[in-house]
């Protein structure tokens, strides 16, 4: 019952769970995606943070950053519901629950970069949280596109031959992916580098890019 | 420390190849033995430099000049 | 099955010993006499002999475990590669490569891994899409499996010789180009940045790192040649990628390192040809 359309894109399908109408599947791809979202939702959970060392410009002094314990408590809860909702949006099987882990993987990111009490970084997670909550226009937007062309979200039935996507709609699916995760990573990152990176800054980049995996994936099969 | 990666490095060693054989004898998938290559075979990797590197007890050579 | 185990093992070795051929050849181009070829073996044993420990600033598991995972990403794309999997996955691997890249920067606590880190994440905004091009292979070939791949160029010839693919060609080229040790786009490990995203990777992690970075090397070279030449026989395969790699050798010995943002707007000026012509190609046909 539940063959993948097009397995000359991804490889055979290896398993399935379905949640009423919304099934999750694993490609060989989307394991792949899924693994490594896995891996590095565990070592946020695992890993202690490091200390950043900062250089005192204008003499030979530096200093490490230590990480106040609530901080990293809300740090390291933000980077597992990334984790998870990352997860979750590499393996789903409907588009529109794709877009909205991916506007979740948006959120979390912000409270990421939101939890470091410093004025630049914050600054920065403001500029984040304006650009993603914008690539949410995109994305619901494709999303409501496909629905009113096609008359179905699951991508079951999208990736059949028979059923075409307006190339408006893929569009604006990827320009909400790359608002979403992408877009404010570039506009923050240098700012970022204030707040304190691994392993939770890292995970804005795990779920941003791995989302836009997925989206690559859905619109070539699309 | 040295215990634990020797231990590592022995167990990782016969994993990768005994997955390889038993593989090749049809006795497991090739994405088990895949995996398993994923994970071992790193770890094999770095217990095998830590194993052989130079002890952390004493200096380093120190330098004697050309 | 075993075979692969040997492939795995091969990578490492060939990979090495082309690092080491790529080191001697930029160095005869500027006329330097250059390290003997097997440098990079010496190389990856002297790291891997050195004390090693992990520093007081770092992020404790994830400072290991970020090589752990560079090495395993390579030794599944070599997988893919050689069982004929999809292309997706393998530009899902490079991208995963990209993120280890990041995180081995982020987890030391340095500011010189710090600004690595970063400037790995400037020059993702292009390689990424860069990769993604690729992906229109599928409009020649009509499917991204590789194993479809290389039936069709037995059926029809190579696809570097394809006016269609050709562009495809360019982007994957230029893709390897910027993963090869010393080319134009590596920002990220630049010297005014000390080593980059590697500077607080020392002794047995900078060996595992070496490690990974060959099985990387072979498997991006072999991907070219396999995707774009053709299905080979081992020894002529390793000749071919020998070639493509002497190629960029000569870009690396005489090219200048790009600042950050000019290796990005090079790449992505490689993308928009890429798509302008694709879009033209697929309007014309």
């Known amino acids: ?222 | 420390m040295t215990g634990k990666t020797k231990a590592l490095m022995v167990l990782s060693g016969l994993i990768c190849p005994a997955s390889a054989i038993l593989a090749a004898a049809g006795a497991i998938d090739a994405i088990v033995m895949v995996a398993a290559l994923v994970i071992f075979f790193p770890l094999f990797v770095i217990s095998t430099f830590l194993t052989w590197k130079a002890s952390d007890h004493e200096g380093d050579y120190p330098f004697i000049g050309y | 099955m075993i075979s692969f185990l040997l492939y795995l093992l091969l990578a490492v070795f060939i990979g090495l010993l082309y690092h080491g051929i790529h080191r001697k050849v930029i160095a005869r181009i500027q006329t330097r006499p250059g390290p003997p070829v097997w440098q990079e073996f010496l190389h990856t044993l002297k790291f891997s002999f050195k004390q090693t420990w992990i520093p007081m600033t770092a992020s404790q598991l994830m400072f290991v475990a970020i090589v752990v995972i560079m090495i395993a990403i390579w030794v599944g794309g070599l997988y893919v590669l050689l069982t004929g999997g999809s292309l997706l996955i393998l530009f899902a691997i490079f991208l995963l490569h990209k993120i280890t890249e990041h995180g081995l920067g982020l987890s030391s606590g340095s500011p010189y891994g710090k600004f690595g880190a970063i400037r790995s994440v400037i020059s993702a905004a292009s390689e990424i899409p860069l990769f993604a091009t690729v992906g229109a292979i599928y409009m020649v070939t009509g499917s991204l499996m590789i194993s479809d791949i290389t039936a069709y160029e037995a059926a029809n010839g190579p696809l570097l010789l394809s006016v269609i693919a050709l562009p495809m060609a360019i982007a994957m080229y230029v893709i390897v180009l910027s993963k090869v040790p010393y080319n134009p786009f590596g920002i990220i490990e630049a010297k005014e940045i000390v080593s980059g995203n590697k500077t607080e990777h020392f002794g047995v992690w900078r060996a595992g790192l070496e490690t990974g970075f060959a099985i990387k090397t072979f498997v991006l070279l072999a991907a070219f040649v396999t995707l774009f030449i053709g299905a080979l026989p081992l020894w002529l395969l390793l000749i071919a990628m020998l070639i493509v790699l002497l190629t960029m050798s000569f870009i690396c010995a005489l090219t200048p390192m790009l600042s950050p943002y000019d290796a990005v707007t090079i790449q992505a000026l490689i993308i928009g040809f890429v798509v302008v012509y694709v879009v033209i190609a697929g309007v014309i046909l």
């Not at chain 1, 979740?104 to 500029?127: Q, R, W």
């Open chain 1, 1 to 222: 019952m539940y063959n993948l359309p097009s397995p000359q894109i991804e490889g055979e399908i290896l398993a399935y769970i379905p949640f009423g109408d919304i099934v999750y599947y694993f490609s060989p791809y989307t394991l792949v995606l899924f693994i490594f979202a896995l891996t590095f939702t565990a070592l946020a959970i695992l890993s202690r943070p490091e200390k950043q060392v900062d250089i005192a410009f204008g003499g030979d002094a530096y200093y490490t950053k230590e990480i106040p314990e609530k901080q990293m408590r809300f740090q390291r809860f933000m980077a597992i519901s990334c984790g998870l909702a990352t997860m979750a949006g590499v393996t789903t099987g409907d588009i529109f629950n794709f877009t909205l882990l991916t506007a979740m993987v948006g959120i979390c990111n912000i409270g990421i970069v939101a939890s470091v009490k410093n004025k630049h970084v914050l600054d920065n997670a403001y500029e984040y949280g304006i650009l993603a909550m914008i690539g949410t226009l995109p994305l619901f937007g494709a999303a409501a596109i496909i629905l009113a062309t096609t008359g179905t979200l699951s991508l079951w039935e999208i990736f059949t031959p028979a059923v075409s996507v307006p190339v408006i709609a893929k569009a604006l699916l990827v320009i909400g992916v790359i608002g979403e995760g992408m877009a404010p990573v570039y506009v923050a990152k240098a700012e970022i580098t204030r707040a304190p990176g691994a392993p939770y800054v890292l995970m804005i980049h795990v779920s941003s890019l791995l989302m836009f995996l997925r989206v690559v994936e859905i619109i070539i099969s699309m």
